[in-house]
């Protein structure tokens, strides 16, 4: 017969709880029949004692703040996982909740910065006011049949290695190879691998600066103001 003060299981025959003393309903006790002497101090400490015991079907008693088994009405702890008398699941629907939370507030940011919900930008569409955004897209070679989509980069400095740009190419760094920085409504590139590999193919008329270095076939030449 389940305490309808503390909710313990307690045996069929018993007229009182066996943790908390509480008279059980349908006994005589409990309609008013019979009373019991108030126990004594001894007896009050030891029902206290009783009570701090750990249960035998889920460690310790739960504390205040605790919630009923939806299932059985067992009083179990806020954090607890699962209902120690009938192993109902009890934190499903509120981890679900927290989840679904967490997800919308994620959205209502990414709206809030006039970003698409899935983090993607469209490359061609136009971005939103104060976002700095460039694409970079793979020239095949001469003898290969791979049509290359142009890659997005967002943001003021972005560094390039070969996971970002070319994930097969070997001559491209995977630690830093180059980063490219947004000022004043312009893009810059600065080398950064231990091999100088990082180089610009001149198709138009391009202003040069005191220590450039200039490719012509395979042979380097620094370029000195006069």
């Given at each position: 017969?389940?305490?309808?003060?503390?909710?313990?299981?307690?045996?069929?025959?018993?007229?009182?709880?066996?943790?908390?003393?509480?008279?059980?309903?349908?006994?005589?006790?409990?309609?008013?029949?019979?009373?019991?002497?108030?126990?004594?101090?001894?007896?009050?400490?030891?029902?206290?004692?009783?009570?701090?015991?750990?249960?035998?079907?889920?460690?310790?008693?739960?504390?205040?703040?605790?919630?009923?088994?939806?299932?059985?009405?067992?009083?179990?702890?806020?954090?607890?996982?699962?209902?120690?008398?009938?192993?109902?699941?009890?934190?499903?629907?509120?981890?679900?909740?927290?989840?679904?939370?967490?997800?919308?507030?994620?959205?209502?940011?990414?709206?809030?910065?006039?970003?698409?919900?899935?983090?993607?930008?469209?490359?061609?569409?136009?971005?939103?006011?104060?976002?700095?955004?460039?694409?970079?897209?793979?020239?095949?070679?001469?003898?290969?049949?791979?049509?290359?989509?142009?890659?997005?980069?967002?943001?003021?400095?972005?560094?390039?290695?070969?996971?970002?740009?070319?994930?097969?190419?070997?001559?491209?760094?995977?630690?830093?190879?180059?980063?490219?920085?947004?000022e004043n409504g312009e893009w810059f590139i600065e080398n950064r691998s231990d091999l100088q590999t990082t180089l610009i193919r001149v198709d138009r008329r391009l202003k040069l600066e005191d220590g450039d270095v200039i490719v012509l076939g395979n042979r380097m030449f620094e370029f000195?103001?006069?």
């Amino acid at each position: 017969m389940r305490c309808k003060n503390c909710g313990w299981p307690n045996e069929a025959n018993v007229t009182r709880c066996v943790k908390c003393n509480a008279p059980l309903q349908g006994s005589m006790i409990d309609s008013g029949c019979q009373q019991s002497a108030p126990p004594s101090s001894d007896g009050v400490e030891a029902l206290n004692a009783t009570l701090r015991e750990p249960s035998s079907v889920g460690g310790n008693l739960p504390e205040s703040n605790s919630n009923a088994c939806s299932q059985c009405g067992y009083p179990v702890s806020s954090s607890a996982e699962e209902c120690p008398v009938c192993h109902a699941q009890l934190n499903a629907s509120r981890n679900n909740q927290a989840r679904m939370d967490d997800n919308n507030n994620r959205r209502s940011r990414q709206n809030r910065m006039g970003r698409p919900a899935g983090g993607t930008i469209n490359p061609w569409a136009t971005p939103s006011s104060g976002e700095s955004f460039c694409t970079l897209r793979i020239i095949p070679w001469q003898n290969e049949k791979v049509a290359y989509e142009p890659v997005s980069y967002s943001g003021e400095s972005i560094m390039l290695n070969r996971s970002n740009t070319d994930s097969n190419n070997n001559s491209i760094t995977s630690r830093e190879q180059a980063v490219m920085t947004h000022e004043n409504g312009e893009w810059f590139i600065e080398n950064r691998s231990d091999l100088q590999t990082t180089l610009i193919r001149v198709d138009r008329r391009l202003k040069l600066e005191d220590g450039d270095v200039i490719v012509l076939g395979n042979r380097m030449f620094e370029f000195k103001k006069g």
